[in-house]
């Protein structure tokens, strides 16, 4: 996560110009898209997740308001993501105030002992963000992905005492001395999360944006930490690689190195020692900034490697006068243009509550307060702490309209820029997600004669409208599929998805 303000102008004008070279045209007044199996990636699809930091650490010291997000955001019932990126926080120098931002201040796992006169680990001091990650890791169940990651490495194992970043923003913050230290702090931490919380770990990434100038110390609002691509990034790699080796947790995987934009993540994976890129199991790129999508999503095909989306967001709308499907429909077109252009094998939020409701406050500091909902904003949900509540936006549902049905085991099938599709040979359905940005009502014809058998019928599930008076996941009438074709109408400013059973190939 960075400065929202270095990214807004990025987004519009990556939206603006979003196109798809070798797909049908998107979807408008009598457009048809050809949905081909053969076109389907030839990598499993993971699922949809969402970080847990900040937001399960502001939450977590509530059971009411961590099983409540359990439940929206990991059931089958709620969103159904499965995906939990549990961040292993450096802590910062307990005598720094600097972090106002009231989710953001997340505890490190090592205290300094007076008694012992040396650092020592407190498996309790991030009791709020395991305790939503363990009713996450329940509500999801069998499909249940954990990854654990680190902004930070502890204030005193960096070059500035300070676990928000370095003095000089471009500067390296890790000390040189520390490698071995950082790693061994990180693959502790998983170690005691397998074996002593129980819950399986299936990858680690030690670093998150660190090529960037993004951190420097004493920020408001997070931990952050610098890290030159090439020479530094594969010795922070390659030190975590040799204490995994050694440890309870071989079964792990590394991840790296989580780049604000896919750009610099081709930049970096290109700039990796062959020993660190021996080491890494799966790339993980930020699509913030989209420049190099395309680019990199074609690496990920042709080197056949394991590849998640694994943090974005955006405070911003699509849609004119769309009301509160602005943000929904905003979103539905971001995912659509990360799943077509980089055919990513997994997607996931940055994090799901953004914003926080509360007359005290947390730990001195103010809260954000209620969305503006006809707006853009971050998250797809606000944490009421006075009420005990989590309010939901439409933002949320249509979120909903993909990672409910486009599940883990399927396959993406690249469309068009307003529509996406995924089949799952094994269950036999195919499942098409469409956004709708106009407020006109549009004609949508999906062809599927390239599929040997297709089911009689579609379900039709479609958001739109406001959460007082508008449709959420709202369950319409089948349409009937002749002849391999669908003909529907997007209501205006909709998300609609189609799931058809009965297909293969």
């Known amino acids: 996560m960075k400065s929202r303000y270095k990214r807004m102008l990025a987004y519009a004008l990556c939206l603006g110009s979003f196109s798809m070279t070798g797909c049908a045209p998107a979807a408008s007044a009598g457009s048809k898209i050809r949905i081909d199996p053969a076109d389907a990636d030839n990598r499993i699809f993971e699922g949809w997740g969402t970080s847990l930091c900040w937001w399960a650490n502001r939450v977590g010291y509530s059971d009411t308001l961590a099983q409540q997000s359990a ?6 019932n709620g969103l159904g993501m499965n995906i939990m990126r549990y961040n292993i926080g450096g802590g910062d120098d307990p005598t720094h105030t600097h972090i106002t931002r009231t989710d953001s201040a997340i505890p490190g796992w090592l205290v300094w002992d007076k008694a012992q006169q040396r650092y020592v680990y407190d498996y309790d001091a991030d009791q709020r963000q395991i305790n939503v ?5 329940k509500a999801a169940g069998d499909e249940a992905i954990v990854e654990v990651f680190s902004n930070s490495p502890p204030y005193f194992m960096t070059v500035s005492g300070c676990s928000s970043g370095s003095a000089n923003a471009m500067d390296n913050n890790l000390r040189e001395d520390c490698y071995d230290d950082f790693a061994q702090y990180l693959v502790h931490v998983t170690d005691y999360i397998q074996h002593e919380l129980g819950i399986r770990v299936a990858s680690l990434s030690p670093m998150n944006e660190p090529d960037t100038d993004y951190w420097h110390a004493n920020s408001w609002k997070q ?25 309870r947790s071989t079964n792990v995987i590394i991840a790296a190195s989580d780049e604000t934009s896919p750009e610099k993540q081709l930049a970096e994976y290109h700039a990796y020692t062959p020993e660190a890129l021996a080491a890494i199991g799966r790339i993980n790129t930020h699509s913030y900034i989209e420049q190099g999508l395309e680019e ?7 080197k056949d490697f394991a590849f998640w989306m694994s943090e974005v967001d955006g405070g911003d709308v699509a849609g004119k006068n769309a009301g509160e499907m602005g943000a929904a429909l905003w979103l539905g077109r971001k995912i659509i243009s990360d799943m077509n252009k980089l055919m990513p094998t997994a997607w996931v939020t940055w994090q799901v509550i953004d914003n926080h409701i509360s007359k005290d406050g947390f730990a001195g500091n103010k809260d954000s307060g209620m969305v503006d909902l006809n707006g853009g904003y971050w998250g797809f949900a606000v944490a009421d702490h006075d009420r005990q509540d989590v309010v939901l936006t439409q933002k949320y549902y249509g979120m909903g309209q993909f990672s409910r049905y486009i599940r883990p085991g399927s396959r993406i099938v690249r469309c068009s820029d307003s529509v996406i599709a995924a089949y799952d040979e094994a269950q036999g359905t195919l499942s098409v997600v469409a956004v709708n940005e106009d407020a006109d009502e549009q004609a949508l ?5 390239a599929f040997g058998k297709v089911g009689a019928q579609a379900k039709v599930i479609r958001t739109s409208g406001s959460m007082k008076d508008g449709e959420h996941w709202a369950e319409l009438a089948p349409i009937a599929v002749k002849d391999g074709v669908l003909v529907a109408a997007l ?3 909709s998300i609609t998805t189609f799931v058809i059973e009965g297909i293969a190939k």
């Open 491 to 493: 209501k205006g400013h």
């Open 223 to 247: 931990e952050g930490c610098h890290l030159d691509a090439g020479a530094v990034q594969s010795a922070v790699i390659e030190a975590t690689a040799k204490e995994l080796a050694g440890s």
């Open 133 to 137: 990650m363990q009713r996450a890791v």
């Open 71 to 76: 439940d929206l955001f990991f059931s089958p």
């Open 445 to 449: 014809t999906l062809d599927l004669s």
């Open 296 to 302: 990199l999503g074609a690496l990920a095909r042709e």
